[in-house]
Nanobody, 122 residues
Framework: QLQASGGGLVQAGGSLRLSCAAS????????AGWFRQAPGKEREFVAA???????YYGDSVKGRFTISRDNAKNTMYLQMDNLKPEDTAVYYC??????????????????WGQGTLVTVSS
């Protein structure tokens, strides 16, 4: 299971740090990632990190967000800086073992957290 936390309300330009704690077999998946979904929009890839800590980012967050994982604690983080109103969404953490070409596809992840809401005000 995955448990996401850290969402909240922040002003544009501010920062938030999301956490995703894994338990059980989910900690053995090769990739962990963050996706987000805004009202009326499709689920969007945000970032992913491999067990070896290789990182991948969506174009809209590159340079502003940083994903990391602590394998000893079975926890993944998403540091979000310079937040923009368009970052407002429910953020979901996920775990899976996709092939490299599918790292950015939400259908390639089999385990999902419950989501945490991030609201960025202008």
């Amino acid at each position: 299971q995955l448990q996401a936390s850290g969402g909240g309300l922040v002003q544009a330009g501010g920062s938030l740090r999301l956490s995703c704690a894994a338990s059980g077999r989910t900690s053995n998946y090769r990739y962990a990632g963050w996706f987000r979904q805004a009202p009326g929009k499709e689920r969007e890839f945000v970032a992913a990190v491999s067990y070896s800590r290789y990182t991948y980012y969506g174009d809209s967050v590159k340079g502003r967000f940083t994903i990391s994982r602590d394998n000893a604690k079975n926890t993944m983080y998403l540091q979000m800086d310079n937040l923009k109103p368009e970052d407002t969404a429910v953020y979901y953490c996920a775990a899976g073992s996709p092939i490299l070409s599918q790292v950015r596809e939400h259908s390639a992840y089999g385990v999902w957290g419950q989501g945490t809401l991030v609201t960025v005000s202008s």
